[in-house]
């Protein structure tokens, strides 16, 4: 039997600023998945955090894309948008971008990554959850869980996982996608999702030959873009992943290695910066310094027979990753000294969306010829 695992996401309001989410947000979504389960529409749920996005993870017998699923978070994501203007967070409702509900919520706002998968007789997964940045951050260490064998030992010596992999990788300015398998093809996986503001790694599948089916994902990642919905900057997408691992699959302790490099992303302060990305547990998931750094939070989960979800771990919590998280902070201090130079602030084509162009457009009659 198959079973469905949805993570979405959307920021409805942060404490105070952009920080984090208001405990009241996270009960009120708590209430309603609740009654949705009593009601047989999920079979499991968890409601949390990270920075100032409320993540709403849940197992469910609907498959991706499901009506009934998209409609009960959107309608989680307007509930607790009341409570949000209620206690006058910041940017209530910041993210859902679309007034009426339409059958399916992505291009609505909120942050989707979704599989439906036949349930191994041990299913671990791990829901990674950042804050302050885009999808395009997840490029190199999901690259890294399955097709790097200097972090993947399993691609080298599990023969269950060394024919390697097939990822699906989005070009998100023309919508297109295109299927790639490493290894044969790994320079031109590398030439593609190098430039992670445009190609982005959208899932990961077996191959051929693998125990599991060809068909369902072993990784997905969600690849909203906010600016391509609303036309202007409307704050970072601040993405998702889903992560199966174990049993012909990178191992728990390879899926979460790449983040022992904490990598440079864009996102932090307006969405304009480059950044380390910290690994961090729940607790310190609350972006403060410069609006950041940006965050990452890993939760480990069994998935049992009846999908529920047996779990979280804060797998960040683990010591071992306290140093990437001095290295972020050095990255930090070296970066911020940078103020509003490049390679600090992003590139011109990347800031698009802020007030550049008019900045450009008020001083244009000043330009003259050289
Ligand atoms: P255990 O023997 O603890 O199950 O570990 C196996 C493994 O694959 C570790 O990476
Ligand atoms: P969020 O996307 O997390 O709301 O961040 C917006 C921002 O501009 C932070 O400085
Ligand atoms: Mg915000
Ligand atoms: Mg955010
Ligand atoms: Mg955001
Ligand atoms: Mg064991």
């Given amino acids: 039997e198959k079973i469905t695992i949805s993570v979405i996401k959307a920021d409805i309001g942060g404490w105070p600023g952009h920080c984090k989410v208001h405990p009241d947000l996270i009960e009120k979504a708590n209430e309603l998945l609740k009654q949705a389960k009593e009601e047989g529409i999920i079979l499991d749920f968890y409601a949390t955090y990270c920075g100032d996005d409320l993540q709403l993870i849940m197992t469910h017998n609907h498959g991706v894309d499901s009506e009934k699923i998209h409609s009960l978070a959107w309608h989680i994501f307007k509930e607790a948008t ?12 910041q993210d859902l971008l679309k007034d009426a509900f339409s059958g399916n919520i992505r291009g609505m ?27 395009g951050a997840f490029n190199l260490p ?41 290894p044969e093809e790994l320079y031109d996986i590398l030439a593609l ?74 996102g932090w302060m307006r969405g304009s910066h480059n950044g380390p990305i910290m690994p961090v547990p729940l607790k310190y998931a609350t ?15 069994q998935i049992n027979k009846d999908g529920k979800l047996i779990g979280p771990v804060d797998l960040f ?32 084509e990347d800031m698009e969306y802020t007030t550049l162009p008019s900045v450009l457009e008020k001083l244009r009659d000043r330009f003259e010829p050289v």
């Fill in 317 to 348: 919590e683990d010591v071992a990753f306290e140093h990437a998280r001095n290295k972020a902070l050095e990255v930090a201090d070296y970066l911020r000294r940078h103020g509003p130079f490049e390679p600090h602030r992003l590139p011109l």
């Fill in 193 to 266: 999702i190098g430039a992670k503001s445009r190609y982005v790694i959208k899932r990961v599948y077996p191959k051929k030959g693998h125990k599991l089916p060809e068909d369902e994902p072993v990784a997905v990642i969600s690849t909203e873009k906010l600016y391509e919905i609303a036309g202007e900057y409307v704050g970072k997408d601040d993405p998702v992943a889903i992560v199966r691992a174990q049993s012909g699959l990178p191992a728990l302790g390879e899926v979460l290695e790449p983040f022992a490099f904490p990598h440079l992303v864009s």
């Fill in 82 to 93: 009341e409570i949000a203007k209620e206690l006058g967070l910041y940017g209530a409702g």
């Fill in 142 to 182: 999901i690259f890294r869980m399955f097709g790097d064998p200097f972090n993947t030992a399993g691609l080298v010596i599990d023969p269950n996982m060394h024919m390697g992999f097939r990822f699906e990788v989005w070009d998100i300015k023309e919508h297109k996608k295109v299927i790639l398998n490493s």
């Fill in 109 to 135: 706002g909120p942050g989707v990554a979704e599989m439906e998968i036949t349930l191994r007789k041990s299913e671990p997964i791990v829901t990674f959850h950042m804050d302050k940045t885009e999808p």
């Fill in 287 to 301: 972006p403060s310094r410069f609006d950041g750094p940006p965050r990452v939070v890993a939760l480990g989960w």
